[in-house]
């Protein structure tokens, strides 16, 4: 009896023993997942995955990105004329990178950008829709704005840095007004449309075309360049652009972008390092800016989706969140040159909030 009594004792002294240990540990995780909580990085949106082809090296980009925001940025002057220089002399933006009655003549074939098998032969009536004067042309700004619509310039306070510049090129008909001019402004001189735009959002341009012509009045007067010759099917698509703007008088200017300059500007950034993927809007834009502009300065220009300052989600644009595709463009490349000249003082690229004077 006694050793029944005894056996029982031991038995439940096991028990207590063992719900002890497991509440003990329990009660362990709990205080140490809530100073986890008080102690981590600030996180007001729920963090998603680095998009793939970066997993790997998010930590590093991560640590790249604030090692050179932690350093005063300063302009090298010799590095950015240097640059600008080469770009000029084997690019030739300022005669060629627009199409123009003067450098495509009627009977001259266009070869596509990106179908170099394919060509289109200039009829009068393509010539018609070419601009009669170069953008470029013997012009030099001071200050230019190259914005991409990426989100980390929700919340940014950059509008009135932007709208600062002498000159301000935008990517991809970026919406505008609607509450968003404080964090990216208003001014536009250039407004870049992909013809996949017109496809996806207005229909090819084929039915009703009012709402096309209505959403490009916030940029004013400003000139709507149109990569027309990247694809064959682009053409017709970017000359009913041409063809609604003057039927319903439009104040925006389309121009169309010339194929053998980005056939230059890619051999000139591939002997550079950027070998993979067509070269971006983004990478287009900045390339001319930096031929025509002593100061360069980038905003909205970050394609990954967690903020390399307060690790929030950061969304794929500004004014929404459409999944970004990287099946065409190279853009941890393309930003890795972004934060490489910006680090040689060639361009100044802005992921932080602007502050007041510090353009």
Same mark, same amino acid.
């Given at each position: 009896?006694? &050793?029944?009594? !005894?056996? $029982?004792?031991?038995?439940? +002294? /096991?028990?207590?023993?063992? =719900?002890?240990?497991?509440?003990?540990?329990?009660?362990?995780?709990?205080?140490?997942?809530?100073?986890?909580?008080?102690?981590?990085?600030?996180?007001?949106?729920?963090?998603?995955?680095?998009?793939?082809?970066?997993?790997?090296?998010?930590?590093?980009?991560?640590?790249?990105?604030?090692?050179?925001?932690?350093?005063?940025?300063?302009?090298?002057?010799?590095?950015?004329?240097?640059?600008?220089?080469?770009?000029?002399?084997?690019?030739?933006?300022?005669?060629?990178?627009?199409?123009?009655?003067?450098?495509?003549?009627?009977?001259?074939?266009?070869?596509?950008?990106?179908?170099?098998?394919?060509?289109?032969?200039?009829?009068?009536?393509?010539?018609?829709?070419?601009?009669?004067?170069?953008?470029?042309?013997?012009?030099?700004?001071?200050?230019?704005?190259?914005?991409?619509?990426? &989100?980390?310039? !929700?919340? $940014?306070?950059?509008?009135? +840095? /932007?709208?600062?510049?002498? =000159?301000?090129?935008?990517?991809?008909?970026?919406?505008?007004?609607?509450?968003?001019?404080?964090?990216?402004?208003?001014?536009?001189?250039?407004?870049?449309?992909?013809?996949?735009?017109?496809?996806?959002?207005?229909?090819?341009?084929?039915?009703?075309?009012?709402?096309?012509?209505?959403?490009?009045?916030?940029?004013?007067?400003?000139?709507?360049?149109?990569?027309?010759?990247?694809?064959?099917?682009?053409?017709?698509?970017?000359?009913?652009?041409?063809?609604?703007?003057?039927?319903?008088?439009?104040?925006?200017?389309?121009?169309?972008?010339?194929?053998?300059?980005?056939?230059?500007?890619?051999?000139?950034?591939?002997?550079?390092?950027?070998?993979?993927?067509?070269?971006?809007?983004?990478?287009?834009?900045?390339?001319?800016?930096?031929?025509?502009?002593?100061?360069?300065?980038?905003?909205?220009?970050?394609?990954?989706?967690?903020?390399?300052?307060?690790?929030?989600?950061?969304?794929?644009?500004?004014?929404?969140?459409?999944?970004?595709?990287?099946?065409?463009?190279?853009?941890?490349?393309?930003?890795?040159?972004?934060?490489?000249?910006?680090?040689?003082?060639?361009?100044?690229?802005?992921?932080?909030?602007?502050?007041?004077?510090?353009?």
């Amino acid at each position: 009896m006694k &050793g029944q009594i !005894s056996k $029982s004792c031991i038995s439940l +002294m /096991i028990t207590v023993l063992c =719900f002890g240990s497991l509440l003990i540990t329990a009660l362990w995780i709990i205080v140490d997942n809530s100073n986890m909580e008080t102690h981590g990085p600030p996180s007001p949106k729920k963090i998603p995955r680095w998009p793939s082809p970066l997993c790997k090296g998010c930590r590093e980009l991560l640590r790249k990105v604030r090692g050179s925001y932690s350093k005063t940025w300063k302009k090298q002057e010799d590095n950015s004329k240097k640059l600008s220089s080469q770009l000029r002399s084997q690019c030739h933006g300022f005669d060629r990178a627009i199409i123009t009655q003067a450098n495509t003549p009627v009977g001259s074939k266009i070869l596509f950008s990106l179908e170099r098998r394919k060509t289109l032969q200039v009829t009068p009536e393509i010539f018609s829709t070419f601009s009669k004067e170069n953008l470029f042309q013997n012009k030099k700004w001071d200050t230019c704005a190259v914005v991409g619509n990426s &989100g980390i310039l !929700s919340s $940014s306070s950059c509008g009135e +840095m /932007i709208d600062s510049a002498q =000159f301000v090129i935008r990517c991809n008909l970026p919406s505008l007004g609607k509450g968003y001019e404080k964090d990216v402004g208003i001014k536009t001189d250039i407004v870049t449309a992909n013809p996949s735009i017109i496809w996806k959002n207005y229909g090819d341009l084929e039915g009703h075309r009012r709402s096309f012509v209505e959403s490009l009045r916030i940029y004013g007067k400003s000139n709507l360049l149109l990569p027309a010759f990247t694809f064959a099917r682009d053409v017709p698509r970017s000359l009913r652009a041409v063809y609604t703007a003057e039927d319903f008088e439009s104040p925006i200017r389309p121009v169309f972008l010339n194929p053998d300059y980005i056939r230059k500007l890619t051999l000139f950034w591939r002997s550079r390092g950027q070998r993979k993927g067509a070269l971006s809007t983004g990478l287009k834009m900045v390339s001319l800016a930096l031929e025509h502009c002593a100061n360069v300065h980038l905003y909205g220009f970050w394609p990954f989706s967690i903020h390399p300052f307060e690790f929030n989600a950061v969304n794929n644009h500004y004014f929404d969140n459409v999944e970004a595709s990287w099946i065409l463009h190279a853009m941890p490349d393309e930003f890795n040159l972004w934060l490489q000249l910006h680090s040689q003082g060639v361009l100044r690229l802005h992921l932080g909030k602007c502050q007041p004077g510090s353009n």
